[in-house]
T-cell receptor, first 113, second 110 residues
Framework: DAGVIQSPRHEVTEMGQEVTLRCKPI?????LFWYRQTMMRGLELLIY????????DSGMPEDRFSAKMPNASFSTLKIQPSEPRDSAVYFC???????????FGAGTRLSVL | GIQVEQSPPDLILQEGANSTLRCNFS?????LQWFHQNPWGQLINLFY???GTKQNGRLSATTVATERYSLLYISSSQTTDSGVYFC????????????FGDGTTLTVKP
């Protein structure tokens, strides 16, 4: 398997623009997680899905952030409008069940100018 | 929420040395994972270890859930072991929601 695939790998945008990050989980995995990593706050769970249903979005920082999982093989994390403080590395991970080994994608490095 | 503390924050070793990394947590957990983030930023899951001991090559981990800590042992360290080691825990009432420690930054010198 190719592993968890995230796109784009790097994104540079201007404040106020909409940003969409994409994730393809490992085939057969039914849990998907979105994390954010910054120097100040470390690794934080933003939201996770089980069987395509959002289970806990309490880590989503504010209404500007939204995530969807329309099917078992695709998820998006959208920021609208983006702000400089959203600059971070965003990771997607998947697992077979929520209490299982998580496999991470390579991450998307987002810079909002 | 649950607090996760890792120690030491930084560790510098000579190649071939052994090391022990520690993860303390403030509440009962039903899941604990150890991750390695390499210098290129890739996160790799090392162990899923809510309790007991597991070994994988030169790495092993032990979690004593009743005493709220976990240890990661690295033997005969290699330069490729360099990076940041994170532990992440989940509490019983919120399966799937991992809380990460701040990590231990390991540098292995040749």
């Amino acid at each position: 398997d190719a592993g968890v695939i995230q796109s784009p790998r790097h994104e540079v945008t201007e404040m106020g623009q909409e940003v969409t990050l994409r994730c393809k989980p490992i085939s057969g995995h039914n849990s998907l997680f979105w994390y954010r990593q910054t120097m100040m706050r470390g690794l934080e769970l933003l939201i996770y899905f089980n069987n395509n249903v959002p289970i806990d979005d309490s880590g989503m920082p504010e209404d500007r952030f939204s995530a969807k999982m329309p099917n078992a093989s695709f998820s998006t994390l959208k920021i609208q409008p983006s702000e400089p403080r959203d600059s971070a590395v965003y990771f997607c991970a998947s697992s077979f069940g929520v209490r299982r080994f998580q496999y991470f994608g390579a991450g998307t490095r987002l810079s909002v100018l | 929420g649950i607090q996760v503390e890792q120690s030491p924050p930084d560790l510098i070793l000579q190649e071939g040395a052994n090391s022990t990394l520690r993860c303390n947590f403030s509440d009962s957990v039903n899941n604990l994972q150890w991750f390695h983030q390499n210098p290129w930023g890739q996160l790799i899951n090392l162990f899923y270890i809510p309790s007991g001991t597991k070994q994988n090559g030169r790495l092993s981990a032990t979690t004593v859930a009743t005493e709220r800590y976990s240890l990661l042992y690295i033997s005969s360290s290699q330069t490729t072991d360099s990076g940041v080691y994170f532990c992440a825990v989940e509490i019983p009432t919120n399966a799937g929601k991992s809380t990460f420690g701040d990590g231990t930054t390991l540098t292995v010198k040749p």
